[in-house]
């Protein structure tokens, strides 16, 4: 659904009549588009303490190809980042002949060598300088170490404040850009890149104000994949994929290089064929919720030698308040949303279905997390979506699967499009980029989870909801 607000907003009269009025300017948002570059202009990198990432970043700032300036505070990053054949040079606030003038695309802050809160002036003084100078659809990362891995409890507040940080970063910068945190499990260094790739790029355009955690990978060491096709080889399910986000998630999988097996109720089997006709995918018709899908699923996928991704993302809302809620609304949400989900799991893992390397990746809400006016069974299904996610992350990793969720805020489909004009307003405004998200960028965040690459990401919900106020 298009978003006339936006359209106006950003023609040359609605900008000044906005202006004028003091209404959101909000920007239209960069997204990525294959064979583009990361990142299209320079990352400022700056560090507080003794950092302990420089290398593996200058190696990952090689490899993806982006331009990068040291902050006055990391003087070490010029040679670093020269050893590794980066384009270099000094920036800083009071260092104006180096700094001045020059637009950042990125700010990159290596956190993880603070100790405490005694050295947070760093951090204090790269984003002070920097600020300004970030170019609309801007991107800032901050990596930091796991509070709960801190051995000095002094460390850990100093990480655990980074959060704050961050949030406020991502509400502060505006113009369509972001922020987001890392935890980093020491010793997981290789595990970084995927995510790095994925929030320093469009692909991240509808993602702020989140906590990534990254540990050791779940299946050894990192994939050395084809950052063009990083799913080529891959088999994906993606169930609900006849329209909205789960046709975006198809297609944006089959860019990625994935082979797809597209499923959504029989009902839907003509818009189901032709996106699968479309993506060179092939189509299954079948209700999730049925007795038999999991084992037909399970069948199938022996057939086919095994798939590499299950993506959960058939959902249905069935509004009313639980007074007003009939037996049969409350209990096809449950069983679509949620009792299918791990059903088709268990059946998929215990059987062999997914093949080693296995991910499973789940579509949540933010109404599982905030709970939302007239959807106490939506957001029970949602809120259980999280609760399966985490529960099965340990053990899925001892069998080199992960399994995690995205959550999306108010994205553009037919779901939203019926929600009321005044709620849907509200949706789509109250966020730090001042719009609906588009289904294309919650499937970029599933694909990002669904790499060979993101063996190191497990157990996590990350939300595609443009830091919305909602549930923060
Ligand atoms: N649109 C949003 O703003 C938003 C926000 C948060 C979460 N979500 C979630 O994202 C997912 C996709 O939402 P959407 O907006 O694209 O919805 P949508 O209604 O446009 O598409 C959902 C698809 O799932 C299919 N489906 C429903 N029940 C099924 C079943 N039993 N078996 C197989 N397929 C089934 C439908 O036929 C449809 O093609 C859902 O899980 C939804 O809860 C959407």
């Known amino acids: 659904m298009n978003d006339s607000y936006l359209e106006f907003a950003n023609s040359t009269l609605g900008g000044r009549i906005t202006g004028l009025l003091g209404l959101p300017q909000p920007t239209p948002l960069e997204r990525y588009q294959a064979g583009q570059p990361v990142i299209k202009g320079p990352v400022l990198v700056g560090a507080g303490g003794a950092p302990e990432l420089l290398d593996p970043l200058a190696d990952m700032f090689a490899r993806i190809g982006a331009q990068t300036l040291a902050h006055r505070s990391l003087p070490q990053w010029t040679s670093v980042a020269n050893a590794a054949g980066l384009l270099t040079g000094r920036w800083g606030g009071e260092d104006v002949e180096s700094g001045g003038g020059v637009r950042l695309k990125g700010l990159l802050f290596d956190a993880t060598g603070l100790a405490d809160v005694g050295q947070s002036e760093a951090v204090y003084k790269f984003f002070h300088d920097a600020a300004r100078s970030l170019l609309p659809c801007g991107r800032i990362v901050i990596i930091g170490r796991p509070p709960q891995e801190c051995d000095d409890p002094r460390q ?107 499923l959504d109720v029989p009902q839907a089997a003509q818009d ?69 989900q791990e059903r088709i799991n268990d059946a998929m893992v215990q059987g062999g279905g997914l093949r080693a390397g296995g991910r499973i990746v789940c579509v949540s809400s933010i109404s599982g997390i905030a709970g939302n006016m007239g959807q106490t069974n939506y957001a029970f299904s949602k809120a259980g979506v999280i609760g399966m996610v985490q529960s099965h992350a340990p053990a899925l990793a001892l069998r080199g699967t992960t399994i995690n969720a995205v959550a999306p805020g ?32 919650v499937a970029e965040a599933i694909a990002w989870l669904a790499s060979p690459a993101s063996g190191g990401i497990n157990g996590n919900v990350v939300r595609v909801c443009g830091q919305s106020l909602i549930g923060a």
């Open 156 to 262: 850990a507040t100093v990480m655990r404040a980074l959060e704050g940080l961050t949030r406020s970063l991502g509400k502060e910068v505006k113009r369509g850009a972001n922020a987001n945190l890392v935890y980093l499990t020491r010793g997981a260094e290789p595990q970084l890149e995927s995510t790095l790739r994925f929030l320093l790029s469009p692909r991240s355009a509808y993602v702020s104000g989140q906590v990534v955690r990254i540990g050791k990978a779940a299946d050894g060491d990192a994939a050395v994949i084809d950052w063009d096709a990083p799913l080529a080889g891959r088999k994906v399910l993606v169930t609900g994929a006849a329209r909205g986000i789960g046709a975006a998630i198809a297609e944006v999988m089959a860019r990625d290089g994935a082979q797809l097996v597209l």
């Open 410 to 441: 108010f994205i553009e489909t037919q779901m939203t499009a019926a929600v009321p004009f005044a709620i849907r307003e509200a949706g789509r405004r109250m966020n730090s980029m001042g719009q609906g998200g588009q289904p294309q960028d």
């Open 272 to 340: 189901l064929e032709a996106v699968a006709a479309r993506l060179g995918g092939s189509a299954l018709a079948l209700d999730i919720a049925a007795a038999d899908t999991p084992q037909d699923l399970l069948g199938a996928a022996l057939a086919d030698g095994g798939w590499d991704v299950v993506v959960h993302n058939a959902g249905i809302t069935r509004d009313k308040t639980i007074a007003r809620m009939r037996p049969d609304q409350w209990q096809s949400v449950v069983n679509i949303n949620l009792a299918a």
